[in-house]
T-cell receptor, first 111, second 114 residues
Framework: GQQLNQSPQSMFIQEGEDVSMNCTSSSIFNTWLWYKQDPGEGPVLLIALYKAGELTSNGRLTAQFGITRKDSFLNISASIPSDVGIYFCAGPGGSNYKLTFGKGTLLTVNP | SAVISQKPSRDICQRGTSLTIQCQVDSQVTMMFWYRQQPGQSLTLIATANQGSEATYESGFVIDKFPISRPNLTFSTLTVSNMSPEDSSIYLC???????????FGDGTRLSIL
């Protein structure tokens, strides 16, 4: 089945720093999704990407759909303490609607 | 986006018992899904809840262990049967509203089995 490799597994940064994380897949994806999960809550959609090469921003977050359609990255600029959480990439795993998730990137921001 | 409510939000259960988790959406949705998130892990799809018919289970998940109902377009239940400590996880409901919108998730049910 589809596999997503997400890195890094965890990051410890200082407030104000920029962050970058990425995901690669073993096969072509038609959609890339980035979610954030805060403690005690479900994942919340941050950015959805639908087209190879697409670059989309949501506030301080920017994500890109790789040209090869096998990778995507998420950047967070000028991090703040509330950016703390687990970030997941996800994409359709073999069908139009079933999602495969990466293992997540745990982000810690030191004030 | 749709508002998704899951009940209970958490529970502590005894080994061998069963628990039914409810997922209620404030609007009709095309697709409803159930995921498991084991401690410190990512999300794994258990099954797709089909309205008016049997759920479609993913490899490694069976109906006897995780019976699912979806009587209408706004409600679904997941039962975790004959629980063991290995079933301690977060169970999450997600929905697709249609029109190409990505899945949105409820806040999950945190289940601990003693």
């Amino acid at each position: 089945g589809q596999q997503l490799n997400q890195s890094p597994q965890s990051m410890f940064i200082q407030e104000g720093e920029d962050v970058s994380m990425n995901c690669t897949s073993s096969s072509i994806f038609n959609t890339w999704l980035w979610y954030k999960q805060d403690p005690g809550e479900g994942p919340v959609l941050l950015i959805a990407l639908y087209k190879a090469g697409e670059l989309t921003s949501n506030g301080r977050l920017t994500a890109q759909f790789g040209i090869t359609r096998k990778d995507s990255f998420l950047n967070i600029s000028a991090s703040i303490p509330s950016d703390v959480g687990i970030y997941f990439c996800a994409g359709p795993g073999g069908s139009n609607y079933k999602l495969t998730f990466g293992k997540g990137t745990l982000l810690t921001v030191n004030p | 986006s749709a508002v998704i409510s899951q009940k209970p939000s958490r529970d502590i259960c005894q080994r061998g018992t069963s628990l039914t988790i409810q997922c209620q959406v404030d609007s009709q949705v095309t697709m409803m899904f159930w995921y498991r998130q084991q401690p410190g892990q990512s999300l794994t799809l258990i099954a797709t809840a089909n309205q008016g018919s049997e759920a479609t289970y993913e490899s490694g998940f069976v109906i006897d262990k995780f019976p699912i109902s979806r009587p209408n377009l706004t409600f679904s239940t997941l039962t975790v049967s004959n629980m063991s400590p290995e079933d301690s996880s977060i169970y999450l409901c997600s929905v697709e509203t249609g029109g190409g919108e990505p899945q949105h998730f409820g806040d999950g049910t945190r289940l601990s089995i003693l």
